[in-house]
């Protein structure tokens, strides 16, 4: 089973690995026309979005990682 110091790594590598890689990117290439236009969404809202995200990739975690189900015997008084 994975300790919690394993998963906590592997997720703060994943998200400096997502976010250095967004940062490199270039917002737009010069000389290029595109179709789509980018719409700036308020701060409230992306936090909201990035919080509801966080919530469930943990509860996502907890659920196959963490949670423990009790078997019930299917076999009646032998």
Known sequence: ?????????????FGLSIGTASAAMPTHSSGETSQ?????QP???KVGVTLGGIALIGLELWWFLFSKTTVKSNTKGE
């Open 36 to 40: 789509f236009q980018a719409i700036e």
């Open 43 to 45: 701060l409230g809202l």
């Open 1 to 13: 089973m994975f300790s919690k110091n394993l998963l906590w790594a592997s997720l703060t590598a």
